[in-house]
Each structure stands twice: as C-alpha cells, then as structure tokens.
C-alpha cells in the first residue's frame, strides 16, 4: 500500500471515530467503515458523455444531474445548483464512483444555490469554494447559518414555509423528514436544520426534496400549496438497512409515492449511485426498483426520467 493510500485511510479512520454521524444515516458503524474502505482503494470513474454545454437554448425549464443530491436547474434565464458537492470525497468518509456530471468551469452564474441540511454530503465547504465566483447567493435552513462559513455571497437562512422573492424569482422552504445538525451527536439541538424547496420562475415550479423519509402529510401539504409543480426531484436512497434508514430517506418505492403524493407532473430521482452511504446498497439497484414500480403504476419514463451522473433532461421544451 502506498504512503497516500495509508495516510488517507488513516485519516478516514479518525474522521469516522468522531463523525460517523456526519452522512445522516445511522447505520451500524463497522459495516460502513469496511465499505468506505474498500472505496478508498478504487479509482473514480469518469462520467463518459459530460454535457457539452449547461445553458440550453431548446429549453424552458431543464436539470442537469451533477451526482447524489446536486442538480442544475435552468428555469429560462435562471440557473440554481442544490447541494453542490462536487469533491472527491464526502467528508474523508465516503469517496465518489464517479466524478462530478459536469465541468465546473462551465457553470453558468447560480441566481441561487440551495443546500438542503448540513450534512457533509449535502453542505460541502470545499465545493461552495469552487463556485463561490459563480454563486449570487445560498440558502440554508433554519439554524443552517451556524454551520455556514463567510463567503463573498449572502446567504439567507428560511424557516418552514417562509418565502424570499426577488427579480421575479421566488424560494420557499418547505418541511421535510430528516436529521438536523451535521456531526451526529448535534443533531439533538439542531433539529430543525433540514429543508426542502420549491423553486418558482416565470410560472414554473420545481420542488427539490434533499434528504428526507417518507411522511404523506409533508408531500401533501406542499402539493396542495404549490400546485402543478413542473419537475419534483426525489431522492430515492440510501435503502438498506431499512430499519436504520427508513426515518431519515426514502426508498424508490415511497419516494414515488411522495411523488404521486405531491401532484407534480414530473419527477427525477436524485441521491442513488453516487457514494457508498450505507451498509448494502448496490449501484443500479435504486433505479432498478424504481423502475420496476414505475412498471407497476403505469408511469413511463417521460414521467419519471432517470437520468445517468452528467444526464440532461429538457422537462419544459422552448417554443419558438
């Protein structure tokens, strides 16, 4: 083993001893170590057809999958990134499969970044510095300014429900089911720090739902305030072990199901295939199901796209 694989595993292995919180999945501790492990000795796969370019001029409202929760969201004229995390590791515990979906130089300039809770795979310091040129400004959640560095940009804390309107531009946090804090043992206090969105431009909806397990009552309710969201994106793992992950993440199935639940008219999964964040997921495995409940329901894939890391999707094509 060479010295900068040795010196990475034995900062991953301090690391996890005092942060295994950090991932938001509380999962027996040695079972996602061995499995980090074993990434950390695998090279990161290159992302075979990286879209050529982010400003697309066929579209209304298109997304961009960057990899686990981050999207590129292009509303006309706008543009807005959740959950930028675009390094090779999630907090020296979880190294990627795959490099980033896109160049990050080719960002356009963000109206908005979005970061849903504080979790190092969601809140990635290291990756808000790579586009802090790019980035007008970031929204965090509720006791989110805690956790959040000084950075040229503003960035503006929301409460549930509460809206920031600007250049016609409208953001609205919105509840969901998930873990407050960042490093596990705050979570305790800190429980409120976790948010969805619904993004509103020119009379398009997007709702981004980060991190959260299943509740009927948090989709219908943003559902019913928001009607006709154009584009939901849904996260669809981490799934096993469900006893552990359940609370906190949904799996294909409920993640459709919030889905159907919210009314949208579209829906993209999100967070799957990106890090090893549990004890037994396999890559392929949460599209896999969903595909197969797709099947179930009726629902085709211009419905439900799943897309691969780098993938683009025109959700609202441009009339000429």
Partial sequence: MNSSIF????????????????????????????????????????VANKPTTLQRSDARLAVTWVGHATVL??????????????TSTV?????????????????????????????FDHLSYGSLDEIEDKTSRLFVPQEGLTYTPNYSFPTIE?????????????????????????????????????????LEYHGMRVYF????????SIFTKAGARFPNI???????????????????????????????DLKAKHMMPIHFDTYSNSTADTVGEASGILRTAMQARGITDTTVT???IGGQ????????
């Fill in 306 to 308: 799943i897309l691969p």
């Fill in 91 to 119: 907090g020296m515990l979880s190294k990627r499969f795959y490099e980033p979906g896109i160049d990050i130089e080719k960002l356009p300039t963000l109206s908005a970044v979005l970061v849903s809770h504080m979790h």
């Fill in 73 to 86: 969201i292009q509303m006309d004229d706008k543009f807005f990134l959740t959950d930028p995390n675009l």
């Fill in 313 to 320: 999707w025109v959700v609202i094509p441009k009339h000429d």
């Fill in 230 to 260: 154009d584009c939901a994106l849904m996260p669809i793992a981490p799934i096993h072990p469900r006893e552990f992950m359940k609370r906190a993440h949904t799996d294909p199935i409920e993640a459709l199901q919030g889905f159907i």
């Fill in 209 to 216: 739902g980060g991190d959260t397990g299943y509740n009927d």
């Fill in 7 to 46: 010196t990475k595993l034995c900062t991953l292995l301090i690391v996890c001893l005092f942060a295994v919180g950090s991932s938001g999945c509380k999962v027996p501790f040695w079972s996602f170590f061995s499995r980090n492990m074993e990434s950390y000795v695998q090279p990161i796969k290159p």
């Fill in 158 to 198: 929301l409460r549930p429900w509460q809206t920031w309107t600007r250049d016609g531009i409208s953001i609205t946090a919105v509840p969901v089911q998930h873990l407050g804090g960042r490093y596990g043992l705050d979570e305790t206090w800190m429980r409120n720090s976790c948010t969805g969105y619904v």
